[in-house]
C-alpha cells in the first residue's frame, strides 16, 4: 500500500449522508459511506478511524458546502483539526461540484444542474458545464423558481437530492438523485480545489447576535 504521505482522506458530511474516502491518485483505497439525516458529529470520527492507518493521510479534502450548518461545521473542525495533528494541508471543495462530478456520466451533453435541499422550503441550485465547472453562482430558490432557472438554462440532467422534484415540474428532464458521497472524490476537478476553508452556507444563517450581526461578524469597537 502506498505511503500515508501519497493519500488524500476525504471528508464528506455536509447533507443528511455522511462519508470518508482514502484515495491515492484519484483511486480509491478505502472508504464508508452512511445516509444518516442526523449524527454526524458521532459518526465521523469513529467513521475514519475505521479507516487503514486510521484515515493518516498526506493532504486532507473536506466538503465546504452547501448543505446543512451543523454538518458543514462538523465536517471543517474534523479536518481542520486532522490537519493540525498530521501537519498536512487542507482542501475544500463545493459540494454541489461534487455532486455534478459525480452525475456526468449520465448526461448527454456533460452539463448537470444540481438542486439539493436547502433552508425555508428553497432549494440549493447550481449549473455545471462538461468540464464540471459552475456556468452560474450557487443560488437558494424556492421550487418555482428553480424550475424556470432550469427550465431557461435547458440542461437535460438534474442531480442531487431535490433531482427528482425538480424534474417533476420541468419536461424532458432526467432526474439523478444522488448525495455527495466522498469515495467518488477521483471523479472532482482539481480546479474546484481550494485553500479557502470558508464554508458555503449558500444564505444567510437564520441564527443572529444581540443587535442582529450574524456569527462571525465582529462588533464595532
Do not use: K, N
Amino acid at each position: 500500500m502506498s505511503a500515508p504521505s501519497d493519500r488524500v482522506l476525504t471528508i464528506e458530511c455536509t447533507t443528511e449522508a455522511c462519508s470518508v474516502a482514502l484515495s491515492v491518485d484519484g483511486a480509491l483505497l478505502a472508504g464508508e459511506f452512511r445516509q444518516l439525516g442526523r449524527g454526524h458529529a458521532e459518526a465521523l470520527v469513529p467513521m475514519i478511524a475505521a479507516l487503514p492507518d486510521a484515515g493518516r493521510a498526506g493532504r486532507i479534502a473536506v466538503g465546504l458546502g452547501p448543505g446543512s450548518f451543523t454538518g458543514v461545521r462538523i465536517g471543517l473542525a474534523a479536518a481542520r483539526a486532522l490537519g493540525v495533528a498530521w501537519d498536512v494541508p487542507v482542501a475544500g471543495y463545493p459540494t454541489l461540484g461534487l455532486i455534478a462530478a459525480m452525475a456526468r456520466a449520465q448526461s448527454d451533453d456533460g452539463r448537470v444542474l444540481v438542486a439539493t435541499t436547502g433552508g425555508h422550503g428553497e432549494w440549493f441550485v447550481q449549473p455545471f458545464d462538461a468540464d464540471g465547472l459552475p456556468l452560474t453562482d450557487l443560488r437558494s430558490l424556492r421550487p418555482d423558481d428553480a424550475a424556470q432557472v432550469a427550465s431557461d438554462l435547458g440542461i437535460g440532467l438534474i442531480a442531487g437530492s431535490q433531482a427528482s422534484a425538480l424534474t417533476a415540474r420541468i419536461e424532458g428532464t432526467t432526474a439523478a438523485a444522488i448525495w455527495p458521497d466522498a469515495r467518488q472524490f477521483g471523479l472532482l476537478p482539481q480546479g474546484l480545489l481550494t485553500g479557502d476553508l470558508t464554508p458555503l452556507y449558500g444564505r444567510a444563517p437564520d441564527a443572529r447576535l444581540p443587535g442582529g450581526l450574524l456569527p462571525g461578524q465582529a462588533t464595532a469597537a
